[in-house]
């Protein structure tokens, strides 16, 4: 597998243009009916949308992610295999592979797409992984239906094979490419945005709502009237002064108090909108009037099962789908590790720990392994309770009892 000449022109921070979609993209990120633009950047400025996208984005940086290699006894971990440095420590001179992960992981999140472009020697062994912005990044399917990509750098557009990019597709309609999570909600994203900026002009306004001043007469210049009333009255550091008002004018507020607009309300309520969209429990981005000491753990726990591990299925299949060979994929797998995520608090783990001892399916060595301590000697033995006995040698022991009672009484 050969290296096309196009590629020597990417640079380790390549800049892959990505119109995915075209006019129906910019549609999707539009102007809102509350008025406020939604798009990726302004939506993280929104502290609802940027704690659930950090939220995923770190948990999956921060998840071990191994190669296993397939054996007679399950699998084991494929420390020679030459990927397994790349996704493990450092898919490039540049970043480690919490940094990689977690800009691919917002990406994803932002766009519904993550892209890297793959760097392979003449062998078509993977070398270097380096993120690609998929705001750039255009996905075609040529007439003979193998797919491609391209992009544009400094004016120019460059083209990159299906085997030269690592492409995580979120949710879609074609299977091609993912939507945006934020493009899709962006009514509910831009509603949020209306209400944050109409707390903070608010409070700017010294939490007064807007007036009239009235005049008995004609004014010959009511502009200046205004800028002499906001220059004295207007914003947060002249709140509480007190109003002078001359040749008999007068004030009248023809705002909405927040609380009858219920502002609180309609934020806490948006704030639960945009934790539906990611599937974050509400009590992770900070909402915990649904949140008790009985429930939270078991919250957690649903984060981890319905939430995390799709997300997790999905960048496993692409890996393998684009970074090993076919005959590796037969031979290999990539997982993420997400048991210490999955783990209850210490006493519950202790007595699952014992259960499995006793049972025989955990060693000592097994249980100090998963608690991250150093094995010790001899602690690979595998035992069972001895007074548990299968039900057919109960049959038997009790068969022999009968037929020794019967002998004895004929005796």
């Known amino acids: 597998m ?83 440095y790349l996704l493990h420590d450092e898919p490039n001179p540049e970043m480690t592979s919490f940094v990689f992960r977690e800009t691919l992981m917002g990406h994803l999140l932002l766009w519904g797409n993550a892209y890297s472009q793959i760097i392979r020697d003449g062998r078509g062994r993977v070398l270097a992984l380096y993120p690609l912005m998929p705001d750039r990044m255009m996905v075609y399917r040529s007439d003979s239906g193998e797919i491609y990509y391209t992009y544009s750098k400094d004016g120019e557009e460059y083209i990159l094979k299906n085997w030269e990019v690592l492409h995580i597709q979120g949710l879609g309609f074609d299977g091609l490419v993912g939507y945006s999570p934020i493009a899709m909600a962006k009514n509910a994203i831009g509603m949020a945005i209306a209400t944050e900026e109409y707390g903070a002009t608010f409070f700017n306004n010294g939490a007064s709502p807007g007036g009239v001043l009235e005049h008995p007469g004609i004014l010959k210049d009511p502009e200046k009237v205004r800028k002499s009333w906001n220059s004295v009255y207007g914003g947060s550091g002249n709140a509480h002064k007190v109003a002078v008002l001359e040749e008999g004018m007068s004030f009248k507020p023809i705002g909405i108090p927040p ?20 599937r974050i429990p509400p009590h992770m981005i900070g909402d915990l009037d649904k949140s008790s000491f009985s429930n939270i753990e078991q919250q957690s726990l649903e984060f981890v099962k319905y939430t995390l591990t799709p997300w997790l299925s999905r960048w496993e299949m692409c890996m393998m789908k684009a970074l090993l060979s076919p005959s590796e994929k037969k031979e290999y797998l990539i997982k993420f590790n997400v048991e210490g995520l999955l783990r209850g608090d210490y006493k519950t783990r202790m007595e699952g720990y014992s259960i499995g001892i006793q049972n025989g399916f955990l060693s000592p060595n097994d249980v100090r392994e998963l608690e991250d301590m150093n094995t010790i000697e001899h602690g690979d033995v595998y035992a069972v309770n001895g007074n548990m006995l299968k039900l057919e040698d109960i049959g038997a022991y009790a068969k022999n009892e009968l037929n020794s009672e019967k002998k004895g009484g004929e005796k």
């Open 259 to 278: 609380e009858q607009a219920q502002f609180l309300q309609t934020r806490k309520f948006q704030l639960n909108e945009i934790a539906r969209i990611f």
């Open 2 to 84: 050969q290296i096309p000449i196009l590629s020597k022109f990417f640079k380790s921070r390549a800049d892959p243009q990505n119109s995915m979609w075209q006019s129906a993209y910019n549609f999707f990120f539009g102007t809102t009916y509350s008025g406020k633009v939604v798009n990726e950047r302004t939506a993280m400025q929104t502290t609802a949308v940027y704690a659930c996208v950090r939220i995923l984005a770190e948990t999956t940086a921060s998840l071990p992610l191994h190669i296993y290699k397939r054996t007679d006894k399950g699998k084991e971990k494929a420390l020679d295999h030459p990927l397994y």
